[in-house]
């Protein structure tokens, strides 16, 4: 079955250094990849996705994230971090049914 | 586009009370996805549709939920009768195209809380 797997219940990381958000997959055939975001109190909003092409995906507010076949992986990155990126973060796979399965999040802090 | 819009934000009710969630999607987008959110289950399916006709229901936790999609417009989900497991966060959400590899634009939740 399709899955993702978010190792992180939380990321600290000071304004203004980089960050990651790391995030595993687990599919039979190509991998369609996605990042949203929770801010509080709102909805999921989408972030990026990967469906083919380069490995590096850019997305919404300065995000970006890199496709790895090898390693199984679809880590989400900002090269400086804002203490406004604080929000939650979940990854998500299409499944066989045409379904997203999300993972369980990663709660991503950025200290002043 | 005022995007997804659900009601109420906040509804507080009793168990054994019937509750109903609505929800109007994007003009234009064919699918909508009723999601659950908890602390303890994360985000889960609970159901969706595509051009008004429910395709996977697989998520829907037990006979005293159901949702409905009468037009493009418009879908409720309904709870009858709540128990206090029900509390959760309700998202609606939306798109156009294939399911599994457009954006689906999330509405801004319904928190229901059953006493």
């Known amino acids: 079955a399709q899955s993702v797997a978010q190792p992180e219940d939380q990321v600290n990381v000071a304004e203004g250094n980089p960050l990651t958000v790391k995030c595993t997959y687990s599919?039979?055939?190509?991998?369609?990849l996605f990042w949203y975001v929770q801010y509080p109190n709102r909805g999921l909003q989408f972030l990026l996705k990967?469906?083919?092409?380069?490995?590096l995906v850019k997305g919404s507010y300065g995000f970006e994230a890199e496709f790895n076949k090898s390693q199984t992986s679809f880590h989400l990155k900002k090269p400086s971090a804002l203490v406004s990126d604080s929000a939650l973060y979940f990854c998500?796979?299409?499944?066989?049914?045409?379904?997203?399965?999300f993972g369980t999040g990663t709660r991503l802090q950025v200290f002043p | 586009d005022a995007g997804v819009i659900q009601s109420p934000r906040h509804e507080v009710t009793e168990m054994g009370q019937e509750v109903t969630l609505r929800c109007k999607p994007i003009?234009?987008?064919?699918?909508l996805f009723w999601y659950r959110q908890t602390m303890m289950r994360g985000l889960e399916l609970l159901i969706y549709?595509?051009?008004?006709?429910?395709?996977?229901d697989s998520g829907m936790p037990e006979d005293r939920f159901s949702a409905k999609m009468p037009n493009a417009s418009f879908s409720t989900l309904k709870i009858q009768p709540s128990e206090p497991r029900d509390s959760a966060v309700y998202f609606c959400?939306?798109?156009?195209?294939?399911?599994?590899?457009?954006?689906?634009?999330f509405g801004p939740g319904t928190r229901l809380t059953v006493l």
């Open positions: 959400a939306s798109t156009q195209g294939l399911a599994g590899t457009d954006t689906q634009y």
């Open positions: 599919v039979s055939g190509n991998p369609y």
């Open positions: 990967y469906i083919t092409g380069d490995n």
């Open positions: 998500a796979v299409r499944d066989n049914t045409d379904k997203l399965i």
């Open positions: 003009s234009g987008h064919d699918y």
């Open positions: 549709f595509n051009n008004n006709v429910p395709i996977d």
